[in-house]
């Protein structure tokens, strides 16, 4: 047998690929491909998954949890073993919100739901907390329903911050809206963002219907015209305080006293200002008459431009401006938050902060704390600086006071001079003649309880008319002028004397006999007599009568001795004028 080398066989042809078997092979490799890259998506699906910081749990139908996070394990204390086969009932508070949640949003015909909610949620510890929650249904390819996605953050430590601004916004809110002042706070570009009670009464028109309005377009052109200034000095960052006589929508034209505080941040960009606007109508009215008052929020507060304080329900002191400390100085070292009112006015009174207080200390305390409590209508308070303030107090609702201190030291100055004008005679100085009888009847009485004497003087000017007459009623006024500055100067201190009518004039000098006033009478017709009056031009001669009797015990009534001097000042006209003439008390008179 011959050995056939393989070189010399004729070579096999090629076998052909079986086109089903490279089919399936490139089908195979496809979905291979495909695996992966599902594979790929799972895993970094999961990583993502496992990564975020809030609680996500993907549950079936039935709520049961399939898949859960590491942040769903850290926020509720379970485990991962603990959690995944569990009902989601587990992480709420109370079954009743599980199955209003579940009938809200976990159910076949769910909208998808990505607006967040809140719930009360249960940690494995007890802990209840408040859990922001985004929860959505999920669906195959085909729309329908295979299970439900929920992202749970604790947001407790955000509603407590939500809690404790919206305290603060309802504090400043009730304090504004406690105040009869108008208050508004309007941004830079002259919108109002906040007003209070008396700015919707004022303005006419609702918080909501103002809020966002511009300040003109409520105001209005002509008051407008008046406020701009103010305005564009404030958005400039600078303080302004100004009074001015404006119309307010409803109708009311007010004198009041505008003060705008800039509003800047951080970087002291203005962003508004806060105004409050006092109506000080009656105070203008009373100035007129010589009678003066002022009256009446962490930037409204500052702007108020009197003293102001609030004490909350323990009668604590929790909002003050520097104005309030500025009026106790005594006590300024104990106006800080915390000092409760009881505090704040002991020490007042131990340091002589209270002029009123002074030798009668409890029981003045005891009045101004049951004030303070049960507060009505506005009290005037005397510091020992001789400052007069009037406070005005007001209870809130959470059962706190906010209180006002104006200062109408000026106002008290102009009703004591007020008072003074009211029982002096306008021309010559001297008292009136309601006020000469109110005083002779005091000294009447005294003389009558405790004995003693004074004596009465009536003083008539002689031939008045022929001065009148020949130099006209101007050079008589003067006269009567210069004759009371020589009463004045002739007299005692304890005398009184007063312009009794015309040119007549009346004293009554207590402690004082018949003879001793005769004798002052005697002095004081010498010294009118022997004086030019009207000195320059021209230059007047003038002499007066004088009648002169004494009161005692004997007279019932003080106007007998006043008629008696009568009787005496006509003698002595009687008997050719420029006399004094004594006129004896008579018994049983």
């Known amino acids: 047998m011959?050995?056939?080398?393989?070189?010399?066989?004729?070579?096999?042809?090629?076998?052909?690929?079986?086109?089903?078997?490279?089919?399936?092979?490139?089908?195979?490799?496809r979905l291979q491909t495909e695996l992966n890259e599902q594979r790929r998506n799972v895993e970094l699906f999961r990583s993502v998954f496992d990564c975020l910081p809030d609680g996500l749990a993907i549950a079936d139908q039935n709520r049961t949890i399939q898949i859960s996070n590491p942040g769903l394990s850290e926020l509720f204390g379970y485990s991962k073993e603990e959690l995944v086969g569990a009902q989601t009932a587990l992480l709420y508070e109370s079954k009743e919100e599980f199955e209003i949640q579940g009938r809200a949003r976990f159910?076949?015909?769910?909208?998808e739901q990505?607006?967040?909610?809140?719930?009360?949620?249960?940690?494995?510890?007890?802990?209840?907390?408040?859990?922001?929650?985004i929860g959505t249904p999920l669906r195959n390819s085909g729309g329908r329903v295979i299970g439900y996605l929920g992202a749970i953050r604790d947001v407790t430590e955000r509603e407590q911050v939500h809690r404790k601004t919206a305290a603060n916004e309802s504090l400043l809110n009730l304090i504004a809206h406690s105040l009869p002042e108008l208050v508004n706070y309007v941004s830079a570009d002259h919108t109002l963002r906040f007003v209070n009670s008396t700015a919707e009464k004022w303005y006419d028109r609702k918080r909501e219907d103002l809020i966002g309005t511009r300040f003109e377009d409520v105001l209005g052109p002509t008051a407008s015209q008046i406020v701009l200034p103010c305005i564009n000095?404030?958005?400039?960052?600078?303080?302004?305080?100004?009074?001015?006589?404006?119309?307010?929508?409803?109708g009311v034209t007010r004198a009041v006293e505008i003060s705008y505080v800039p509003d800047m941040d951080e970087m002291g960009a203005i962003r508004g200002f806060?105004?409050?606007?006092?109506?000080?109508?009656?105070?203008?009215?009373?100035?007129?008459?010589?009678?003066?008052?002022?009256?009446?929020?962490?930037?409204?507060?500052?702007?108020?431009?009197?003293?102001?304080?609030?004490?909350?329900?323990?009668?604590?002191?929790?909002?003050?401006?520097?104005?309030?400390?500025?009026?106790?100085?005594?006590?300024?070292?104990?106006?800080?938050?915390?000092?409760?009112?009881?505090?704040?006015?002991?020490?007042?009174?131990?340091r002589g902060q209270y002029q009123e207080a002074i030798g009668n200390e409890e029981a003045w305390i005891k009045h101004r704390i049951e004030a303070h409590r049960n507060p009505g209508d506005p009290l005037e308070q005397r510091l020992d600086d001789r400052r007069w303030l009037r406070i005005e107090e007001r209870k809130t609702r959470d059962g706190g006071t906010v209180g006002i201190r104006v200062?109408?030291?000026?106002?008290?100055?102009?009703e004591h001079e007020l008072e003074r004008l009211s029982v002096t005679d306008a021309l010559t100085g001297l008292s009136n003649r309601r006020s000469f009888l109110d005083r002779i009847a005091q000294e009447h009485e005294r003389v009558g309880r405790y004995g003693g004497v004074m004596s009465v003087l009536l003083i008539d000017v002689d031939h008045f008319k022929r001065i009148n007459d020949t130099y006209g009623h101007v050079t008589g006024d003067v006269v009567l002028k210069e004759l009371a500055g020589v009463l004045a100067d002739e007299l005692r201190d304890p005398d009184v004397v007063c312009r009794y009518?015309?040119?007549?004039?009346?004293?009554?000098?207590?402690?004082?006999?018949?003879?001793?006033?005769?004798?002052?009478?005697?002095?004081?017709?010498?010294?009118?007599?022997?004086?030019?009056?009207?000195a320059g031009n021209p230059k007047i001669q003038v002499s007066v009568s004088i009648g002169v009797t004494q009161s005692d015990q004997r007279d019932k009534r003080y106007e007998n001795a006043l008629v008696r001097a009568d009787r005496a000042l006509y003698q002595a006209k009687e008997a050719g004028r420029n006399q004094v003439i004594v006129a004896p008390p008579e018994a049983g008179e």
């Open 2 to 29: 011959k050995l056939q080398l393989a070189s010399d066989t004729e070579p096999e042809p090629a076998r052909q690929p079986d086109p089903l078997v490279v089919s399936l092979l490139q089908e195979n490799e």
């Open 107 to 111: 159910n076949l015909t769910a909208e």
């Open 114 to 133: 990505l607006a967040p909610y809140q719930v009360k949620y249960r940690k494995k510890d007890g802990g209840v907390f408040s859990g922001e929650t």
């Open 233 to 250: 000095k404030a958005l400039t960052g600078q303080k302004v305080k100004k009074r001015a006589e404006i119309k307010y929508p409803d």
């Open 274 to 350: 806060v105004a409050l606007v006092v109506d000080v109508s009656n105070q203008r009215k009373i100035e007129r008459e010589l009678i003066a008052s002022e009256t009446r929020l962490t930037d409204a507060v500052s702007a108020i431009p009197d003293g102001f304080a609030y004490f909350d329900h323990e009668d604590a002191l929790q909002l003050f401006n520097e104005q309030y400390r500025a009026i106790y100085p005594k006590s300024a070292h104990l106006i800080v938050q915390g000092t409760t009112f009881d505090e704040l006015i002991r020490d007042g009174v131990e």
């Open 407 to 414: 200062d109408i030291t000026d106002a008290k100055r102009r």
């Open 501 to 534: 009518g015309g040119e007549e004039f009346a004293a009554f000098l207590p402690e004082t006999s018949m003879g001793g006033a005769f004798s002052t009478a005697e002095r004081v017709r010498e010294a009118v007599h022997s004086r030019q009056f009207c």
